[in-house]
């Protein structure tokens, strides 16, 4: 800090231009560290509205609870079996995006090609409380329009309650986030295919190259490095499901397995009463995507020589 | 010419792909297009189910009268103001610390790049987040809507890296001309990067008006409430809903045929809040796949 001849405190450019993004550094301090706080929560024995130094400390009484509490562990089990089928089905859907891209980019006339593109991408643009609306009209026991169909058809002569039910909850729940945005996830491997050099297509055709073999020997190989950085991600995020979706779709019938983590977290702790149990789960589980992300930018490393954070 | 010797195989796999892709097109489509003729058709067949693949009695009252209901007024503004606002900061926030972090005389500048996109890869989980809102006093407060969409590290990164695709040597003119660090901001870099600002724009639009959860956990009071979360009311309180219907309607009803039912409020409702993201998508798609691309350099 110096004074210039009109005596006015000037401040060096390099703390300027620090002060200057400050205020947005208070607001990430604010929102994505501060509440790494909140975790002494579950060292208390916490019940809302009462401030935490008059709760009990209990240490890591949560924590074991886990391990040692045949009902808790049995819940606990319950819902990591969901959140990892639920996440097993996510990576293995995860070629069907490759597939769109690789098949849609086959398709010579242009103005279908941008449609469907256009138009597949929407779903990925709504709410899952919209989607939940969609699934209410479409799928209800007697009015729904998938019932209507099928009697009308003869295939079923009662309504079926698609949404009340607990068989293949794990089905519709990836059927419904594959609708949602398989067309969106393509877009980024349309992308790498029209950065694919237009002269290997052409050499490939000189040599004789059919249709498949040029999917087979050019394309996928070229959209391949992208498909793996989105993998990874995807394995660092294999216990984060998130809530939403599961949330509106959740009902008394279908809970046992829809339950992932999030909600699981969500229902025990905002809803029921077991707040810092709660927060026990949810911070081993913080822990446990920070330690698969490691995993994930690791194993980047070992196999493509470059890291994804 | 030799694209014109279609052969067989050639034919046939062009038949299946290309049905293939309409057919998963419709099915993308068909729910939008139900639920609309769905609406503008007679209630009566609406609610026996008979409206499959085009409307009848076609009227509007559905939207007049949905329009009338407590609460959703207030609602449609609250979330039209949340994405307003919400999405100026954001836009504002992404194009400013973008801007930013591309100064390397900036005191601690890759510290605190780090310190910002390391936020995207963890959170502390949402029981923790909930109590540290609360401590903030940011439940039932509109503010809670905007301060934690403020700074997004993705966008921040996808704006980054837009700016150093520029010329340096505009900014370095301008600089020797005597403009400070905001001049040069507003007057040469903000104008350049308006294609980014556009698709972060676009998305953080589109979250704002679709978030859900956020409401959810922290607004109890009917003031703060989206549409998307009286939707999700509407969709699972049919008693709330007939007894909303019955009191709005009043004994002056037009012809029963049109009565509202939960059928339709539940429907009309989900046009409502479907409608602005048919009217942005559209003209904002070309942008999207050109933010992605630059996204993907480094998301």
């Not at chain 2, 340096?168 to 660090?181: F, P, R």
Request: glycine fraction near 6%.
């Amino acid at each position: 800090m110096y004074y210039d001849r009109r005596k006015r405190i000037v401040i060096k450019d390099k703390y300027r231009l620090f002060l200057m993004a400050l205020p947005f550094l208070v607001l990430t301090f604010l929102f994505s560290y501060l509440p790494l706080h909140g975790w002494v929560y579950a060292f208390y024995n916490y019940r809302p509205g009462i401030p935490l130094r008059q709760n009990e400390f209990v240490g890591f009484y949560w924590f074991k609870s886990i391990v040692s509490n045949p009902t808790q562990t049995a819940e606990v089990l319950r819902v990591l079996r969901n959140t990892f089928a639920m996440s097993t089905l996510g990576l293995l859907t995860s070629v069907l995006p490759v597939i769109f891209a690789v098949f849609l980019s086959e398709i010579r006339v242009d103005w279908l090609r941008k449609s469907v593109q256009v138009l597949t991408t929407l779903p990925n643009f709504i709410s899952w409380v919209l989607v939940y609306s969609f699934a209410f009209a479409l799928f209800s026991t007697n009015t729904g329009f998938v019932n209507r169909i099928l009697i009308q058809l003869g295939v079923i002569d009662r309504g079926i309650n698609f949404l009340a039910s607990n068989k293949h909850v794990w089905l519709t729940m990836i059927l419904w986030s594959t609708w949602k945005s398989l067309g969106w996830n393509a877009i980024m491997y349309l992308a790498a295919i029209t950065s694919i050099d237009p002269e290997l297509y052409e050499a490939a055709r000189v040599d004789g190259a059919g249709r498949f073999s040029m999917i087979w020997h050019i394309t996928v190989p070229g959209i391949m490095p992208t498909y793996f950085v989105l993998l990874l991600l995807q394995i660092a995020n294999f216990i984060n499901n998130g809530m939403e979706q599961y949330y509106v779709f959740q009902n008394a019938i279908n809970k046992d397995y829809i339950e992932v983590l999030d909600l699981y977290v969500y229902n025990i702790g905002m809803i029921g009463t077991s707040f810092s149990f709660a927060t026990a789960v949810s911070a081993l589980k913080s822990l446990v995507s920070v330690f698969l992300l490691m995993f994930a930018n690791g194993l980047s490393k070992l196999v493509r020589g470059e890291t994804i954070i | 010419m030799e694209r014109k010797q279609h052969g067989t195989g050639e034919v046939v796999f062009n038949a299946i792909n290309y049905t293939v892709f309409i057919l998963y097109t419709l099915i993308c489509v068909f729910p939008f297009y139900y639920l609309f003729i769905n609406t503008i058709s007679s209630n009566e067949l609406t609610g026996l189910g008979l409206i499959t693949f085009y409307p009848k009695g076609i009227h509007l009252s559905n939207y007049i009268q949905v329009l009338k209901l407590k609460g959703l007024p207030r609602a449609a503004l609250v979330s039209l103001a949340r994405t307003v606002i919400g999405t100026a900061a954001t836009v504002f926030a992404s194009a400013f610390l973008g801007y930013l972090f591309t100064k390397k005389e900036m005191w601690g500048r890759k510290f605190w790049y780090r310190f910002v996109v390391i936020t995207m890869y963890f959170n502390a989980g949402i029981l923790p987040w909930f109590i540290t809102m609360m401590n903030l006093g940011l439940t039932n407060n509109f503010l809670a809507y905007i301060l934690p969409y403020i700074v997004q590290p993705f966008y921040i990164i996808l704006i980054k890296t837009y700016v150093e695709s520029i010329p340096q040597s505009l900014q370095e003119s301008a600089q020797l001309d005597g403009a400070g660090y905001f001049t040069i901001f507003f007057r040469i870099v903000f104008p350049l990067i308006t294609p980014i600002l556009a698709t972060v724009a676009v998305f953080s639009a589109v979250n704002q008006w679709n978030s859900f959860t956020d409401t959810l956990f922290l607004m109890t009071d009917s003031k703060y409430y989206t549409l998307q979360f009286v939707l999700y009311r509407y969709l699972n309180e049919a008693t709330a809903l007939a007894s909303i219907i019955k009191s709005s309607q009043g004994p002056v009803n037009m012809n029963l045929q049109n009565m509202q039912t939960p059928t339709s409020v539940r429907m009309t409702v989900s046009m409502i809040v479907v409608t602005p993201i048919l009217l942005v998508y559209p003209y904002f798609q070309r942008y999207f796949v050109k933010g992605i691309m630059i996204g993907a350099v480094k998301g």
